[in-house]
């Protein structure tokens, strides 16, 4: 791969990635400080799920999550207020990532860039939403349904937190697929018959390391798993017309 200008020296790419990093760390800090006074609402959204699965449930009785420490209840704010944030500016923060790459590409490869920015946000949100409005809201209900007289959960809301934030950032991930795809297609280093050719083993790869990021429980995993079989094989169709588009 060719680049349009003179070769960056190895130090200034760590300066150049350090400036990145930093701007970005600054918008979601700042976005964070504004959206604390929301965080409330924010907490409420992420709190539905699991107020639906106990209606769903006919629970034998009221349940609501609960913090274990004094300052628990502030600590949640605070790191909801970190998530929504990274949330909002994650265009801002996918655009300086490809701001970074970009003085390594051709011409011809620079111009995809905006585009592929674009479709990063998009598909992140795309994972984000199927997370939670299917996965979490079925998860959870049939996770919550081994509640008896005898057997009652009783959940901190920071576990909680953890777990469905970690589900919708890992299903966001996920969904990138395509557009990684689409760009490694563009620079020449996959095509659809090599997709074709490995797909079992990138499946494999890519629910293994999903296990490792997500809790440790085989219900997740297969949630995660049907979507990545399906984001696969959408790959391979985004990679064919990538490479159409190279050839014409």
């Known amino acids: 791969m060719g680049s349009i200008k003179d070769e960056m020296p190895f130090l200034e790419h760590l300066e150049e990635l350090r400036w990145r990093l930093i701007k970005s760390v600054i918008a979601v800090v700042a976005a964070s400080f504004i959206l604390y006074f929301f965080s409330e609402y924010v907490l409420a959204v992420l709190i539905s799920p699991f107020n639906a699965a106990i209606e769903n449930n006919n629970a034998l009785q009221k349940q609501s999550l609960i913090f274990l420490t004094p300052t628990g209840g502030f600590m949640i704010r605070i790191k909801l207020s970190v998530f929504a944030a990274f949330v909002l500016v994650l265009p801002y923060v996918f ?29 992140f949100l795309c994972g984000a939403f199927f997370c939670y409005f ?27 937190l953890q777990f469905i934030t970690m589900l919708i950032v890992v299903f966001g991930l996920v969904f990138e697929l395509p557009v990684l795809s689409f760009f490694l297609t563009k620079i020449g280093l996959v095509t659809p018959p090599f997709l074709r050719h490995y797909r079992k083993h990138g499946i494999v790869c890519m629910v293994a390391i999903s296990a490792l990021i997500t809790p440790p429980d085989i219900f997740t995993q297969l949630l995660l798993a049907g979507p ?21």
């Open 95 to 123: 655009h300086q990532f490809w701001q970074f790459i970009m003085p390594g590409l051709l011409e011809k490869e620079r111009k995809h860039v905006p585009l592929v920015v674009f479709f990063s946000s998009f598909c």
């Open 134 to 160: 299917v996965v979490l809201r079925f998860g959870l209900t049939f996770l919550m349904s081994f509640q008896t007289a005898d057997l009652v959960a009783t959940i901190s809301v920071d576990e909680y």
């Open 228 to 248: 990545l079989v399906l984001l696969y094989e959408i790959s391979i169709v985004v990679s064919g017309i990538a490479l159409k588009r190279v050839v014409d």
